[in-house]
């Protein structure tokens, strides 16, 4: 493994178990043996390096995330469950998610521009399942009401789930949420759709 690399993975491996704010490059770089000047030689500050984790889990939900024209209502929602393991690889930038936002310029700015583009996604996708039976003809109104409803859960899920569910290991926590994004969905599906959903969250419990 690269030197670069060794100090992405022992930097996510020690945010992850200590959190962000927690590790510095000190610490980094006795974990890895060397000295600093080899982490900044890649990484000149802190949140060079956290920006750089930041990329690697938007690269990830990247090829996740997409418009699809042939969306099943559980493939839909199938779609966040290994997005949502994604960010339990990653845990440590979603639990320092407003620290970041504030302190790290240029992932804020990164962000700004992702999150406007998988709000779109999302829109797609659910104009996808209208368009196939899953749901009922919604208004722009119930359209935005559900992208903001899934996009607040995928963006705070691990928060909560740190505080409300830590008695759960972490596939039972990403199957709750899920959950919660098939239950969001419910109140608007067709007889097609909430059969499906019904399904799924069967499916869920029993995993």
Known sequence: MKTKDKIISKALEMFNESGIEYVGMRELAAALNIR??????YFPTKDDLVYELSMALNQLNAKILSEKTDHSIETFVLMFRQVFNNHYQFRCLLLSFVHL???????????????????????????TLIREGYLDELNQHEVAFLVSSITLIVRFWLSEAAISFNHLNPQEQIDHYVTMICRQLLPFATAKGKKKLKQLIKALKAD
């Open 36 to 41: 600093v000047g080899n982490i900044t030689y």
């Open 101 to 127: 936002m504030k302190q790290n310029k240029r992932m804020f700015q990164t962000y700004q521009t992702t999150q406007d583009n998988r709000f779109i996604i999302i829109r797609t996708n659910i104009n």
